[in-house]
């Protein structure tokens, strides 16, 4: 396994795989050298859960929806590479 790690678990009764691998997709393009492994994983039950390296850092039925793309690279960015302006996506 490579560190660190970002876990997207999705539903796959709700359909939310394309929503996962797109959100994989923007945070691999934004920290390509940062993150070390993105994992796509199914799930069942309305659960779409973000986890970097085991720390839970988005739950759906925990917030009441999906974040944000700036909110969530925000998240990662503070957490793998404090220092990283991320330029538009740092501005309200």
């Given at each position: ?16 795989l394309l ?41 759906r039925k ?22 990283r302006d ?7």
């Open positions: 396994m490579r560190e660190p790690r970002l876990e997207i678990e999705y539903c796959t009764q709700c359909r939310w929503r996962a691998a797109w959100f994989a997709q923007e945070l691999l393009t934004t920290f390509p050298g940062d993150l070390g492994e993105v994992a796509l994983v199914p799930g069942i039950g309305g659960v779409f859960e973000i986890r970097l390296n085991d720390e839970t850092i988005w739950s925990e917030r009441h929806g999906f974040p944000e793309l700036a909110e969530l690279k925000r998240l990662v960015r503070d957490r793998i590479a404090p220092d991320l330029g538009h996506s740092d501005r309200p």
